[in-house]
């Protein structure tokens, strides 16, 4: 009962409200791979997969997520056998899962949240800004979104361009901003220039810059740097890239890490696999934060369950709909004085407008068993 009986497989293209610059190139729309597990007997699900369209942040890349879902994933799935036959692709597994288990509580009336066991009903927005022309810009843009009721901003740093535009940051909001930068990797712990720049930011000397944790300074296979850095500063370190599965988790503890984690469902695999790291984490008395992937609708309905998740005590990335999109394929997110409302409603408690989501399908196709 209320097993999928065929797979939609969609390719969607919304353009940003603004220019997202990662890393040398300046994305002006997101491009993602959506999963719709279309079921006889019940409602259907849905999930999105939140790699990109280039393979800089994860592995893992939009076009190759919709081939491994098309040719191995999804017919396996159908044919009942494990995802796990088939190693990594995390984010296409992950995108498969949700949408499978949305359709399953939908079913059942359970929310999303409810069975991840979130606490809260509601979370604190958390704005990413990414690298700009200018501090001056930089500065701008922070108080702009300051000054609509958030009190939580990520900065994107990198060598050349940290401490001078974080410290402009925060003599421009003030004290009572939560202030966390991430470095994506960019940084090399035998360099011994990072290591004094990363030194300066997670320094509580003054001009104290007060953030509440330095995420991803180096390469995701750097544990050993990541944890001696983690010991050296006084700012919480927190892992990002660098945990793709609790076994990575477990190697990181294993070395001594003590700091904070990055939850981002799609990177660690699927739902069950985040749950099992959240739960890891409490354990060791680490702090959480929910990651976001420029998701539309669909994706920050599962953030806003995840970051209500207890434990999770660092800002999150999540802001409303509009921060990223003009028009989302879902009923859009409003903050409410810098926080979100976490959906309760069946499954996900959120799903795409139908006429919206066909005008921005670039690609389509659906799988049936045996085909």
Excluded at 98 to 111: C, F, I, K, N
Excluded at 343 to 354: M, Y
């Amino acid at each position: 009962m209320h097993e999928p009986e065929a797979i939609e497989l969609r390719v969607v293209r919304l353009p940003l409200v603004t220019p997202f610059r990662s890393g040398h190139a300046t994305r002006t729309h997101r491009e993602v791979v959506v999963v719709r597990a279309l079921v006889a007997d019940g409602p259907d699900g849905w999930g999105e997969c939140v790699a990109e369209v280039e393979p800089t942040y994860w592995p893992e890349y939009t076009a190759g997520a919709l081939h491994v879902l098309q040719h191995h994933l999804v017919p396996r799935v159908l044919a009942g056998a494990p995802l796990q036959e088939v190693r990594g692709h995390h984010m296409a597994k992950a995108a498969l899962e949700v949408a499978l288990l949305d359709a399953r509580l939908r079913a059942e009336g359970r929310s999303v949240a409810d069975f991840l066991g979130a606490d809260r009903t509601e979370v604190s927005t958390g704005i990413a800004l990414g690298i700009t022309e200018t501090v001056e810009e930089l500065v701008d843009t922070a108080l702009v979104w300051c000054r609509q009721g958030h009190r939580a901003l990520k900065l994107k740093v990198t060598p050349g361009w940290d401490a001078v535009p974080a410290r402009a940051v925060r003599a421009a909001v003030g004290p009572d901003v939560a202030l966390l930068v991430d470095a994506n990797g960019t940084y090399r712990s035998d360099f011994p220039g990072h290591l004094a720049a990363l030194a300066s930011l997670g320094s509580l000397a003054a001009p104290p810059l007060a953030l509440v944790a330095i995420e991803q300074p180096f390469p995701p296979d750097d544990l050993v740097g990541h944890v001696a850095l983690a010991q050296q500063i006084d700012v919480p370190v927190c892992l990002d890239e660098s945990i793709g599965s609790l076994a990575d988790l477990d190697t990181a503890l294993g070395l001594g890490f003590r700091g904070a984690v990055n939850l981002k469902v799609g990177r660690v695999g699927g739902l069950l696999e985040a749950h099992r790291i959240h739960q890891r984490s409490q354990d060791e008395g680490l702090d959480l934060r929910a990651g976001g992937m420029l998701e539309t609708g669909l994706g920050r309905a599962l953030n806003l369950a995840v970051a209500a998740l207890p434990g999770c005590t660092l800002p999150p990335d999540l802001g409303p709909s509009t921060r990223y999109f003009a028009r989302d394929i879902t009923p859009p997110f409003h903050d409410r004085d810098g926080t979100l409302t976490v959906p309760r409603g069946p499954g996900l408690g959120v799903e795409p407008i139908e006429e919206v989501l066909d005008e921005v399908t670039e690609n389509q196709l659906i799988l049936r068993a045996g085909e």
